[in-house]
């Protein structure tokens, strides 16, 4: 029995689907308020764009926000909460930032 | 009293308060091995059992620290102190504080209380002899109005140890 | 002495003989004037010898035996026809029901009964009485005659005349009261019940007549004596007529009351005519009351009571030439409701007495709509809003009777018996529940009945599973999901948020502890006493504001379960969306925001901040990709043009779980998925997405050689059907391996497609194995009707669905997993630990994603499932660890 060549069609006129997003992180939380990465840090409302991550060189990451409190609260040299090497922000968070500024709306 | 000389205390932040208890939860379901959180409603001060590990100079000993934690907290480091009797070790003067470089400058918001106590741990199973720092009298002495050894300018006497 | 003693017994003994003879001519002939002149000397002689008072005695004595045994047997035998034998003989406690009934009777058995019997019987016993009156006067005439020998001064007579009168009156109506059958009070009730008919008939007839012509002049009238008067109540429709007191009808009524009267049955004939007004009153509440509560009747009860009874009133006291006075006893202390400037139209000054009269009237009749409503309250509010005017009326009877209690009981007792049961379903529980907190909150503003009534139907919906659910839905839901459309409460509940929301911007209050004050302070300014009933256990609370929502959350016991549900219920619908169309979600939300506060909404706001931003990174990212050349588009089935996908990107962390299944949709979906997350991920590095497969909604068209079909399916659905583009028959196992999801679910899901006729199931050679074939013929006689239309079979609600999100009980129990370990370190340290010690710690301690947010219940219930897993004992409500 040859299964037969269907004369039916299927159009598809819209599919809707579901996803979730996640940062793409080594870590689920962030080392410094515990919280998760696709979460969003304690000071924030929304997570996402509002509350974005960020990479140091020695590519730990941390919500933007937390990094940057420590960072302001050292008055030497900051280093890395993870690996206490010297912190610098990764170089492509630049790249990033700049096609942030393409979508609309947001801090 | 030791216990009494606790940084005048300003009520934990919002942050301060979801990390520490992110670090119960974490601490209940997962304790460092030899340590016991004694159960207090009291989230700014924590105290933990110390048990000696074997095969070390403190083996089958018990000792309490004290952890208190700033506002900012994890921005700051907490301050943790022995409670009487303090341990007898080089790095501990017997008025509780601790020569620990990871309480002080070395602190990073990435630590957590588990991980201070694991350090303390460590510190006081690699002892050699159970003797109290040269310079503790000269520094308890110093210490007698109550100060915080977080105001104390730490030299660190030895890595190894 | 002994001779004179001698002369006069003979004298004395002649004299009565004489004076015994004259009284029974006088008693039994029919005026004899001649008769009174005998009596005279006979009279005098007797007086002489002291013997006044014995004549007198045996007069009346005379008058009384004739009267009984001639005048009153006759008269009552004329009623002897009204007297049925049971009413005679039955026990006193059915008397009254029997008694009832038997006046029923008589109006129906004896229709043509007139009131000539009564007339006539009257007439004549009264004509008798004057007669015997007349002959009392006789017998003062021969005693004033002799009298005035002696004597000139006539206040002797006076106080004689008066004397006898009186013996004689108090004869009469001994005699008669005496003898009085027990139907006769009955005969006078229906009598007048039957009289106030007639007259009631003829004002209702009157007003009909009278409105139109003279509306002017009434109107003018009106307006002159409430100005006058000061009039507070609203003067009726029949105001304007005034009864006549020369009305024929009056007077023949009045007549008879009369000469009942002077029979002595003043208070029997009051009772009699107030009994009959009170039944008619009765009726009259019945009957415009009756099952009718969408217009007011109060107000047109108290305007028959003016119209009617209180004009017959008047126009009988105005007759009978007095005002009655009640208690005169107490005539020292006008009553303080005299004063009040009630309006009698046509009665210029009314009587103290019509002013009793009216007040008792309108206290039986709030008392009788009263009883009638409560009676039926539950109907009523079944019926709200559209009752509201029974409500209302229901309010003023109340306020006047103050028998709150009764509503209470009595509707207690109906909502146990035809709602709190198990066949009727938690949402017309709910509606109804609503509906009576809405109503209730009318009658009694402060709560207090409701408190008490609300206290059931809340005890019994916790009882109930779905509550929470059901609530939601009748918040979030127009419809409120009651698809016996019984009502729109849901809608109501939503405008309860609505008012809500206009209530809290009115008060222009930033803080919340602000608004708290002003809300004391506002409610503090409104105080009012709790009524009497109120059980003082329950009124500590004393200032509740009636909050319908907040009523709600007490019936679930905390505001943070009810949020979860909704949150639940707000995925399930936004992960179903097929476009990006929230606003009615985001209303809801902002409306609740507003009562819940906003931390606590906080993640359901951002579930549909994800639907705002999914929008328009959608947009974006179909803008940034350049759109396939036509060519492309046809070269086959394998690209398909992205135009066609949209996507909802979810914060997961912030929604419930979802339920996640592998699917492997068709190849050029998937195509089309990653084409998707490749841009996504320039656009938004370093974020990546991770595709739910399972999730979402995809409208296709099924092509066939002579048909077309749309349809909206889940995207299992739409990939199960795309096999069989290429092949028309699967075994489900084959075609399960294809999908990549288990046999048992593709079975459940195929089943769509069976249900709309598009495949058809048969048994394979092995029995658990089902082939599908496709359907292509339409000319298929079993699938007549099915595809008469192009475009049917739209997915519509949610049973053709697999739920997309996890319950909240499996999250619930999910949730608690988390705190196991916590509530194992403290019993640890404690050895043993109450519930609400365990309770407390977490709450001290789980602040911080995810909060611990349970109740005590739950906690309660996760605990003891730890006991039955042997994790935990507890003994004497401690909780330990299991050794």
Redesign the interface.
């Known amino acids: 029995m040859f299964p037969s060549r269907s004369k039916m069609k299927v159009k598809i006129l819209n599919w809707h689907a579901v996803a979730s997003w996640t940062w793409d992180a080594q870590d689920e939380t962030c080392g410094i308020c515990r919280m998760a990465f696709d979460g969003c840090c304690p000071d924030c409302k929304y997570p996402g764009d509002d509350c974005p991550l960020i990479w140091g060189a020695c590519n730990h990451s941390f919500h933007l926000h937390c990094i940057l409190k420590w960072v302001n609260s050292q008055t030497s040299q900051p280093h890395c909460p993870m690996c206490r090497r010297e912190w610098q922000f990764k170089a492509w968070e630049q790249r990033r930032r700049g096609f942030q500024l393409e979508t609309p709306g947001q801090c | 009293m030791t216990s009494s000389s606790a940084p005048s205390r300003k009520a934990l932040s ?2 301060a ?13 997962n ?1 460092p091995a030899g340590f ?4 207090s ?1 009291n ?1 700014q001060r924590w105290v933990i059992e110390v048990n000696g590990a074997q095969g070390t100079l403190y083996a089958n000993e018990t000792y309490q620290l004290q952890v208190d934690f700033p506002e ?1 907290y ?3 480091a907490p301050q943790v102190i022995f409670l009487n009797p303090a341990p007898l070790h080089p790095h501990i003067y017997s008025n509780g504080h601790i020569c620990l470089d990871i309480l002080y400058d ?1 602190w ?5 209380v588990s991980s201070v106590c694991i350090s303390i741990l460590s510190m006081l199973s690699s002892s050699t002899a159970k003797q109290r720092p040269a310079d503790n009298d000269r520094y308890v002495k110093n210490c007698r109005n109550g100060r915080s050894p977080k105001e104390t300018r730490w030299w660190f006497h030895d890595d190894k140890v | 002495m002994d001779s004179l003693a001698e002369e006069s017994f003979g004298e004395i003994l002649e004299n009565w003989g004489g004076f015994v003879a004259c009284t029974e001519t006088l008693l039994k002939g029919k005026g004899d004037p001649s008769v009174g002149s005998q009596l005279v000397p006979l009279v005098a002689t007797l007086c002489v010898h002291g013997l006044g008072s014995l004549a007198q005695d045996h007069f009346l004595q005379s008058l009384a035996e004739t009267f009984k045994t001639n005048v009153v047997s006759k008269f009552w035998q004329q009623f002897h026809a009204y007297r049925d034998g049971p009413r005679l003989n039955v026990h006193e406690d059915w008397r009254e029901e029997v008694l009832n009934k038997s006046v029923e009777e008589m109006w129906t058995d004896h229709e043509d009964w007139h009131e000539e019997v009564l007339n006539k019987s009257l007439d004549e016993i009264c004509t008798e009485r004057s007669y015997m009156e007349k002959c009392v006067l006789v017998l003062v005439h021969a005693l004033q005659s002799y009298d005035e020998g002696i004597t000139k001064g006539n206040i002797e007579f006076q106080h004689l005349h008066s004397h006898l009168i009186s013996r004689f009156q108090l004869m009469v109506s001994s005699v008669l009261l005496t003898t009085l059958p027990l139907h006769f009070p009955e005969v006078l009730r229906l009598y007048f019940r039957k009289k106030l008919e007639e007259l009631s008939t003829i004002i209702a007839g009157e007003y009909e007549d009278g409105c139109e012509s003279q509306i002017d002049d009434h109107y003018f009238n009106q307006q002159t004596k409430r100005s006058h008067l000061g009039d507070m109540d609203t003067i009726g429709t029949y105001s304007a007529i005034a009864i006549s007191n020369d009305n024929s009808l009056v007077k023949s009524i009045g007549k008879v009351v009369r000469e009942l009267r002077s029979l002595g049955f003043t208070s029997l004939t009051e009772d009699a005519y107030a009994s009959a007004i009170f039944l008619l009153l009765k009726n009259k509440v019945h009957s415009l009351a009756g099952d009718e509560y969408r217009s007011p009747v109060l107000q047109s009860i108290k305007d028959w009571i003016q119209a009617v009874p209180l004009q017959f009133l008047n126009a009988l006291l105005v007759y009978l030439g007095e005002s009655i006075d009640y208690d005169s006893s107490a005539s020292g202390l006008k009553s303080p409701l005299a004063s009040c400037p009630f309006s009698y139209p046509g009665i210029d000054t009314p009587s103290e007495g019509l002013v009793r009269w009216q007040l008792r009237l309108e206290y039986f009749a709030y008392e009788t709509l009263q009883d009638l409503r409560i009676g039926k309250l539950f109907e009523i509010i079944v019926d709200y809003p559209d009752s509201s005017p029974a409500i209302e009326d229901l309010k003023k009877c109340l306020e006047h009777t103050g028998q709150h209690s009764k509503l209470v009981e009595s509707f207690v007792s109906s909502l146990r018996y035809r709602l709190l049961t198990a066949g009727a379903s938690t949402n017309d529980i709910l509606h109804q529940y609503v509906s009576t907190i809405k109503a209730l909150r009318t009658i009694d503003p402060a709560g207090v009945f409701l408190e008490a009534v609300g206290e059931h139907i809340r005890d019994y919906l916790r009882g109930r599973k779905d509550t929470i659910k059901c609530i939601v839905t009748m918040l979030t839901d127009g419809t409120g999901g009651n698809s016996s459309g019984a009502g729109n409460s849901g809608e109501s509940l939503l405008e309860e948020l609505t008012r809500d929301a206009e209530n809290q911007e009115n008060a222009d209050c930033d803080e919340d502890i602000n608004s708290d004050e002003k809300q004391a302070w506002l409610s503090a300014e409104r105080w009012e006493p709790d009524p009497v009933e109120v059980d003082p256990s329950k009124c500590g609370r004393s200032r509740r504001k009636i909050d319908i929502l907040a009523m709600m959350v007490s019936i679930i016991g905390s505001k943070d379960q009810l949020v979860n549900e909704y949150r639940v219920m707000l995925a399930e619908k936004l992960l179903n969306k097929s476009d990006y169309d929230i606003d009615s979600e985001i209303r809801t939300l902002e409306l609740l925001k507003i009562h819940f506060g906003e931390s606590s909404m906080q993640r359901c706001e951002i579930m549909t901040n994800d639907l705002i931003h999914s929008k328009r990174t959608n947009a974006s990212i179909k803008a940034s990709i350049p759109q396939p050349s036509l060519e492309g588009a046809d070269q086959g089935k394998t690209n398909l043009p992205l135009n066609i996908l949209d996507v909802t990107i979810i914060s997961s962390n912030f929604w419930p779980p979802i339920q996640e299944e592998t699917v492997n949709v068709p190849s050029s979906v998937d195509q089309l998925l990653s084409d998707y997350s490749k841009r996504f991920h320039e656009i938004k590095t370093p974020r990546k997405l991770l595709w739910k497969k399972n999730l979402g909604t995809v409208k296709l068209e099924l092509q066939f050689e002579d048909r077309t079909i749309q349809f909206t399916v889940t995207p299992v659905h739409a990939t199960i059907i795309m096999q069989f583009q290429e092949q028309t028959s699967w075994t489900s196992t084959n075609l399960a391996a294809a999908i990549g999801i288990p046999v048992d679910l593709l079975n459940r899901r195929i089943n769509f497609w069976v249900c709309k006729g598009i495949l058809a199931e048969s048994v394979g050679k092995d029995s658990n194995d089902h082939v599908f074939t496709l359907v292509e013929d339409m000319m298929d006689p079993n699938r007549n009707g099915l595809t008469s239309s192009g475009y049917e079979g739209l997915i519509t609600a949610d049973e053709e669905r697999e739920r997309s999100v996890a319950s909240v009980e499996e999250q619930l129990r999910k949730e608690m997993t988390i705190y196991e370990k916590f509530i194992e370190g403290m019993l640890t340290n404690f050895g043993s630990l109450s519930l609400d010690r365990i309770h407390n710690s977490l709450k001290m301690f789980c602040l911080a994603e995810p909060p611990y947010d349970k109740s005590l219940q739950q906690l309660q219930s996760f605990l003891s499932s730890l006991v039955s897993e042997e994790k935990l004992e507890m003994r004497d409500g401690m909780y330990f660890l299991k050794k």
């Open positions: 919002k942050i308060c979801n990390r520490l208890q992110k670090e119960l939860v974490e601490w209940q379901v304790p016991k959180h004694k159960v409603d989230l900012h994890p921005m700051e070395s990073s918001p990435a630590m957590t």
